[in-house]
């Protein structure tokens, strides 16, 4: 019987590390597919403004080739000739028709556009080229990244069919525990919820302080933002984890981040990396529910409810839950965000 047990803690030790490996393998995936978004929205707008630049570029030719021939056909002859044929290009002949001096505040204009739309198709050529590039290189990043994902599940499944008893057993004792939190929480909010009301109506006492006084109290810090969204995380426990998913038939970590801000209008990308960069920087000594935690290296995050917990979606095989910051949690954390 020890023994046994003794093999399941060895093989849980796996998995615990394999689900770190793996949700950094999904993270990578999430954030090359929000790189991948916006390669394929930039190629879209400049292929459109090529096209643009493209048209503009002919019509200005046209005026100008309109404007040389009336400049050889007019009585000036010997000026048009002169430029015409002393030019080895249509930009030789530019440059010589403005040194020359023959061309009327018109022509410079319509020769300054010319040159314009030129330089203008030129850059959105190399940009189209770059862009095709970069999107090459991330769709194989992607790839590498789903390919990661998909051996390491199968790894993971191996894993788990060797203590399906052991695990059955562990699934039991923390749905129990979840449910627990989830009523110590429920009760916090409802507590918080009443403690505001209750303010809300308190009757305002007067300041007792002599109309002399020019010692101004201390600014009190504003209330977090969006702590409403604890509220909102709650309704998704238990919701089992899949990857790549940002919807209540299944979330992976920064999917659910996502899920949950958007209800309260907040757009957020789906990556853990990405949302890294979003808000402003907050000390763990100041976290306040609603702030976003990162742990792992930014490849995984939850949302913070308070009393040194949060909500998150953790790892394949698991569901959306309620974890301390503490364990591996508190070694692998590294940092929070407030939006």
Not at 96 to 105: F, H, L, P
Not at 295 to 312: A, E, K, R, T
Request: glycine share 8%.
């Amino acid at each position: 019987m020890a023994s046994k047990q003794a093999e399941a803690q060895s093989v849980m030790g796996q998995i615990t590390q394999l689900d770190g490996s793996l949700e950094r393998a999904v993270e990578a995936y999430n954030l090359a597919n929000v790189k991948l978004a916006h390669i394929r929205h930039d190629l879209s707008e400049n292929t459109t403004a090529l096209a643009t630049a493209k048209k503009s570029l002919k019509q200005a030719q046209g005026q100008l080739s309109a404007r040389l021939v009336d400049m050889y056909t007019s009585g000036d002859t010997q000026a048009g000739l002169a430029v015409l044929l002393g030019a080895s290009s249509l930009d030789d002949a530019l440059g010589r028709m403005d040194a020359e001096s023959r061309v009327s505040d018109q022509d410079t204009l319509v020769a300054d556009q010319v040159a314009k739309f030129r330089r203008e198709v030129a850059h959105r050529q190399r940009f189209l080229q770059h862009a095709h590039a970069e999107q090459v290189q991330v769709v194989a990043q992607r790839n590498a990244a789903r390919a990661s994902v998909e051996s390491q599940l199968g790894q993971r499944k191996q894993l788990l069919s060797s203590i399906q008893g052991e695990i059955a057993h562990l699934k039991a004792e923390e749905a129990a525990r979840q449910a627990e939190l989830k009523r110590q929480l429920a009760a916090q909010l409802a507590a918080q919820q009443a403690a505001s009301q209750q303010a809300a109506i308190a009757p305002t006492v007067p300041s007792v302080a002599p109309p002399s006084a020019t010692t101004a109290p201390p600014p009190v810090a504003p209330p977090p933002t969006h702590g409403g969204v604890v509220g909102i995380a709650m309704q998704y426990l238990g919701t089992p984890y899949v990857w790549g998913g940002a919807s209540p038939s299944g979330f992976d970590c920064s999917g659910l981040v996502m899920y949950v801000f958007a209800q309260v209008g907040i757009s957020l990308p789906h990556s853990s990396y990405a949302q890294y960069g979003m808000g402003s920087p907050v000390s763990r000594s100041d976290l306040q529910p609603g702030d976003l935690v990162f742990f792992d290296g930014l490849g995984h995050v939850g949302i913070y409810v308070g009393g040194g917990s949060f909500i998150h979606a953790p790892h394949t095989g698991d569901v959306v839950k309620i974890s301390s910051l503490s364990g591996w949690y508190a070694s692998t954390y590294v940092g929070a965000r407030r939006l």
